[in-house]
């Protein structure tokens, strides 16, 4: 069964870059789509963007160019970096596997890390 | 960008109720493109429907989904303690994904 562990600091400053990774265990990276989720009291659960194995994305606009994903598949991870941060990026950061039936469906995810920006 | 809209906000029952959950389209979807899912107190969310009426993998016959255009429906029958939580719609129609502000479902 696959299992996804997010890592991180829980905390950053403001206009600092907060870097996140996604340890999949119990199955493969490879051909699946991940994600990265974040959700907060005040815009409850918001799409970040998806990554392929291959190294394919796809980014929610609102975030601006602020964010990017990538993959290591030699250590079955994948990463977010959020640059720019500002008190509106605080929340709990999920990671999340996507499957692609139809539509992409978030059907695996982490816990989810806690990520405060503050001073 | 597609905005969802689930009501009620909250919705108040007791355990062997059915429970209907709407969840609105601001633009046609196809069916294909929408997702339920649930999340108790203290866990991450997990997937119980897309395409608006496949199960997900594990998920009770209890839960089932039914909608077209702009409005969705999941629906939850006998109602037991583990089902009180909060349920999202997500639609995967177009670019970027989003998510619903949630249905509470409490006792």
């Known amino acids: 069964q696959v299992q996804l562990q997010e890592s991180g600091p829980g905390l950053v400053k403001p206009s600092e870059t907060v870097s996140l990774t996604c340890t999949v265990s119990?199955?493969?990276?490879?051909?699946?789509?991940w994600s990265w989720i974040r959700q907060s009291p005040g815009k409850g659960l918001e799409w970040i963007g998806f990554?392929?194995?291959?190294?394919?994305?796809n980014y929610n606009p609102s975030l601006k160019s602020r964010a990017t994903i990538s993959v290591d598949t030699s250590r079955n991870q994948f990463s977010l970096n959020l640059n720019f941060v500002t008190a509106a990026d605080t929340a709990i950061y999920h990671c999340?596997?996507?499957?692609?039936?139809?539509?992409?469906?978030?059907?695996?995810w982490g816990q989810g890390t806690l990520v405060t920006v503050s001073s | 960008e597609i905005v969802l809209t689930q009501s009620p906000g909250t919705l108040s029952l007791s355990p062997g109720e059915r429970a209907t959950l709407s969840c609105r389209a601001s633009?046609?979807?196809?069916?294909?493109?929408l997702a339920w899912y649930q999340q108790r107190p203290g866990q991450a969310p997990r997937l119980l429907m897309y395409?608006?009426?496949n199960r997900a993998a594990g998920i009770s016959d209890k839960f089932s989904g039914s909608g077209s255009g702009t409005e969705f429906t999941l629906t939850i029958s006998r109602l037991e303690p583990d089902d009180f939580a909060v349920y999202y719609c997500?639609?995967?129609?177009?670019?970027?994904?989003?998510f619903g502000q949630g249905t509470k479902l409490e006792i």
């Open positions: 990554i392929y194995d291959t190294g394919s994305t």
């Open positions: 633009q046609t979807l196809s069916s294909s493109y």
């Open positions: 395409g608006a009426s």
């Open positions: 999340a596997r996507t499957i692609a039936y139809g539509g992409k469906w978030f059907d695996t």
């Open positions: 119990g199955g493969s990276i490879n051909n699946h789509w």
């Open positions: 997500q639609q995967s129609a177009g670019s970027p994904r989003t």
